[in-house]
């Protein structure tokens, strides 16, 4: 899952950034409104962490436009917005929603409540209602951060267990390998190197050592995919 915070408030940004990327997301961020949908038209983001009041453009524009069809990079959903507001009049809250808010936040908030509502939109997203995701063997709690393959705990690195969250998320099917680079890493990966790759048959050998070998398949020329 990929998050773009936006947040003129470069230290609240960086905190927010830090703290949800602690948590297993892919982050990058934006200080202004026109920053933001430069961002939003070049990345497929899952999720944007959206201030109501930024300096240029303001929030409710720019989740208006994010609801538009101009900015969509591809046929990817349009991304979950979780609007951050100072303002705490009913008006302001229904005319955020209105605009295509997913949810909100009232500031000031506590890191964990805006981690819980970001794991729900990530729910809603990909139809997962319960807290557990579980595909086959494997079950992974958001939450806790841990993955179990038929009673085993499974060690990961972080990326590794955003790239396994990923699969799981979409059981079955084919991931092109740009697809896992936009949705799991943030703008910072040289998108050439193998990290894909890599990363992939990290995440296989240490499945294969919790005796779930072949979760993973390689479907060439596509990409890959994880056995449902
Ligand atoms: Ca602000």
């Not at 917005?81 to 500031?107: H, N, P, Q």
């Not at 949705?183 to 998108?191: K, R």
Request: aromatic share 4%; with cysteine; net charge negative.
């Amino acid at each position: 899952m990929r998050v773009l915070v936006v947040e003129d408030e470069r230290d609240l940004a960086r905190a927010l950034a830090e703290g949800i990327r602690r948590d297993g997301y892919a982050v990058d961020v934006a200080f202004t409104g026109g920053e933001a949908l430069d961002k939003l038209s070049g990345a497929p983001y899952d999720i944007v962490c959206l201030d109501l009041n930024l300096p240029d453009i303001d929030g409710r524009e720019v989740c208006r436009r994010i609801q538009a069809d101009t900015l969509r990079v591809d046929d990817s959903d349009v991304p979950r917005v979780l609007m951050l507001t100072a303002r705490d009049s009913l008006a302001d809250r229904v005319a955020g929603l209105d605009d295509g808010a997913d949810d909100y936040l009232v500031k000031p908030f506590d890191l964990a409540e805006l981690l819980a509502r970001l794991r729900a939109l990530s729910r809603r997203r990909s139809n997962h209602t319960g807290a557990l995701v579980e595909v086959g063997p494997l079950s992974l709690d958001p939450r806790r951060k841990e993955v179990v393959a038929a009673g085993e705990m499974i060690d990961l690195t972080a990326r590794e267990f955003a790239l396994l969250r990923y699969f799981m998320l979409h059981p079955g099917e084919v991931l092109a390998a740009e697809r896992l680079l936009d949705h799991v890493w943030d703008e910072n990966i040289d998108p050439f190197t193998n990290t894909v790759r890599v990363t992939i048959s990290k995440l296989r050998k240490k499945l294969a050592e919790a005796g779930q070998p072949q979760m993973i398949e390689t479907v060439v020329g596509s990409g890959y995919r994880l056995v449902a």
